[in-house]
């Protein structure tokens, strides 16, 4: 960034707590008590008593001045200009995809009025970027040109983003600043994770013309492979203009968005698409019923006040072709509610109904509810209605452990292979004969038409985990600790997380997210794992563009929230896998610190208790706060090599316990079944 631009960019932005967090590669926590130890610290500019904002220009010297911050990386002066924007961060993301695009599109264009003053780039730009946008996206659009008054201050935003673009290309800056947003403001979108999207996009097959009747910010559109015209509606306006940028940067498909109410002002009315995807809101009330009721979407019957979602599935059908696909996320009560039986029964009778599949609770928001999908297909007019409707349940597939174990690969591949004709699963999926389906209830739940496997499968492999709960708990035994040896109570010279950070001693890193190296799709160690103790089971997202922290053996890994008193030490199974969220990476210095002896004195309670600081919602720990003894490393190794037997006796309880309660519950389901005598 061209010095004078930069100072630009700094001297008018502000940033938060948790941004000088982010800059410094800490916790908030530590931020807070940087405010309260140093005087010099820089006084808010900004914000709310509790929530207040800084000086990004007196945030970073004083970091440079205390030694904890060399330089500011370009994409976090590009953000942090960005959530500054006067206008909100959403005008300011539309103004930098319109010049991304530009960049992406016309460079050379880009160059010839970036050589001048913000002002005259001001004045410059909206020709240029009137001629982008209508090339790409014809006159009605979603996206407007904006005016040079609009512009001006955007400018250095705009510079900014250009010269993230020059670094990591068009699409990966704009995907970059997106995800930053989103992550930012988790409660504005709903958003689909990637790995459903690519499910849903390949239940739909191959298509050219596919549509999203509300996009939100384009997750299901850009998992689409090799379109050649993409239509998406929303009605937010922010977020059809982001959704149609995105689609534009993401590849060369005929891109078309429209900002209004899809159900009330449809703006693909002749529209006749190989596919359509959605996800669409649940449970609204204000969908349109009064004044929509002799609309002819209704095919299949008009839905009831209580039942938008089947406004939806129907909308969807009419805009598909003959033959067309449709592929739409459905909150479980919409297969059984009474209201919506006629409709669920006209859709089976006539073959437009195709699959129903029950996904995991945490496959997609809201995380704690089971939701599914519906695969429809426009029946032909001289296409006989399919016989059979396909019900799988996924619910099975996925351990315990929340959104963050979803096995996208498993789940999709069990969802394919019944979908294109596979065999059938017992207790994942089956084709049930229509006919059985049309009765008073017309209950379509994949759970009421599939037997669930018992859990712990035949007798013989319940003999399998009793035998090995028995090695288990034998190696238990002898991994008991022997009696505690008690000691002289005395104090010890102590030191600091921080402070052996600061000498060398240890290197700080805080976990988050971003790609894998090319080619090495690492696993992600999540907060779950840390405290559960298992292998990694995360996945990096698509679309960020900052290295992710990568674990080495001997690493001393901490959750940061919660309270909890937990430290792992990375083995060398573990090595390689990328830090995830919430958790702050200690990496001794072997010469001077012995992991375990660091692991072990982390977990101490009241360690633990000093260094956290506490809110009503939750406890957050201040990892440089953490205390321990100034030994020599002699001592040390004395103490990790006890803190290392605990280590591996609590691994032993841990999978003591697993293989317990699923030889019980094996032994319940197996009696139940009748696939157990009880002698």
Not at 408 to 424: F, H, I, P, Y
Request: glycine content about 10%; aromatic content about 4%; proline content about 9%.
């Amino acid at each position: 960034m061209p010095q004078e631009h930069a100072a630009e960019v700094t001297a008018a932005a502000e940033v938060t707590a948790a941004g000088i967090a982010r800059l410094a590669g800490v916790g908030r926590a530590a931020v807070s008590n940087w405010r309260r130890r140093h005087a010099d610290f820089p006084k808010p500019v900004g914000g709310t008593e509790t929530s207040p904002s800084f000086a990004l220009a007196e945030v970073e010297q004083w970091l440079r001045d205390q030694g904890k911050l060399a330089e500011v990386p370009l994409r976090e002066r590009v953000w942090q200009q960005l959530t500054a924007h006067p206008a909100g961060a959403v005008t300011a993301l539309v103004h930098a995809g319109c010049v991304l695009l530009l960049v992406h599109e016309r460079p050379t264009g880009w160059l010839e009025r970036a050589a001048g003053s913000d002002e005259r780039l001001a004045a410059a730009l909206p020709a240029a970027l009137e001629d982008v946008l209508t090339a790409r996206f014809g006159a009605e659009r979603a996206v407007r040109t904006p005016t040079e008054a609009a512009l001006g201050p955007s400018a250095p935003l705009l510079r900014g983003a250009a010269e993230l673009a020059a670094q990591l290309g068009a699409r990966q800056a704009f995907e970059f600043l997106l995800g930053r947003h989103l992550d930012a403001n988790p409660r504005q979108y709903t958003l689909t994770p990637p790995g459903l999207a690519e499910l849903m996009a390949a239940l739909a097959g191959p298509a050219r013309t596919v549509l999203d009747p509300a996009c939100g910010t384009g997750g299901l559109l850009r998992a689409v492979e090799r379109p050649e015209s993409l239509h998406a509606q929303d009605a937010d306006p922010g977020a059809a203009a982001l959704t149609a940028l995105r689609l534009a940067l993401h590849g060369t498909a005929d891109v078309r968005a429209a900002a209004a109410d899809t159900l009330r002002a449809d703006a693909f009315p002749g529209l006749r698409a190989d596919a359509v995807l959605c996800h669409p809101p649940f449970n609204e009330r204000d969908w349109g019923h009064d004044e929509l009721a002799y609309d002819p979407r209704w095919e299949y019957g008009f839905p009831a006040r209580t039942e938008s979602e089947l406004a939806w599935v129907q909308h969807a059908l009419a805009r598909l072709r003959d033959g067309g696909t449709a592929v739409l996320l459905m909150p479980p009560a919409v297969a059984s509610r009474r209201s919506g039986r006629r409709i669920r029964a006209d859709l089976l009778r006539r073959g437009a109904l195709r699959a129903v599949v029950a996904l995991p609770a945490g496959a997609a928001p809201p995380y704690g509810i089971p939701l599914h999908l519906w695969v429809l297909c426009r029946p032909g007019a001289d296409q006989r209605p399919g016989p059979e409707l396909l019900f799988v349940d996924t619910t099975g597939l996925v351990p315990d452990g929340g959104r963050d174990k979803m096995p996208w690969q498993a789940l999709r591949t069990a969802v394919l292979d019944a979908w294109r004709g596979g065999e059938e699963q017992p207790g994942v999926s089956r084709s049930v004969p229509v006919i059985e389906l049309l009765d008073d209830d017309v209950d379509l739940a994949p759970a009421r038409h599939l037997s669930a496997p018992a859990a712990g499968g035949s007798a013989a492999d319940l003999d399998a985990v009793r035998e090995r709960l028995e090695r288990t708990l034998r190696r238990t035994m002898e991994l008991t600790p022997p009696p505690a040896a008690p000691a002289r109570p005395g104090s010890r010279p102590l030191t600091t997380v921080g402070e052996l950070a600061r000498a060398g001693a240890l290197l700080l890193r805080a976990g988050g997210t971003g790609t894998a190296p090319p080619g090495e799709p690492a696993p992600v160690l999540t907060e779950h794992d840390v405290l559960a103790g298992t292998a990694p089971s995360g996945t990096l997202p698509d679309g960020d563009p900052e290295e992710p922290v990568l674990t080495e053996e001997g690493d001393v890994v901490v959750p940061v929230l919660g309270g909890g008193s937990v430290a792992r030490v990375v083995d060398a199974a573990t090595a390689g896998a990328a830090l995830g969220r919430n958790l702050q990476l200690l990496r001794p210095d072997r010469t001077a610190l012995d992991p375990w002896f660091l692991a072990g004195f982390l977990r101490g309670t009241a360690n633990q208790r000093q260094a956290s600081s506490y809110a009503s919602t939750a406890t957050r720990l201040d990892v440089r706060r953490l205390q321990l003894p100034r030994l020599p490393l002699a001592d040390q190794r004395r103490y990790g090599e006890r803190f290392q037997a605990l280590a591996g006796f609590e691994d032993a309880l841990r999978l003591a316990g697993r293989l317990g309660e699923q030889l019980v519950q094996g032994l319940y389901d197996g009696l139940a079944d009748g696939t157990v005598r009880p002698e």
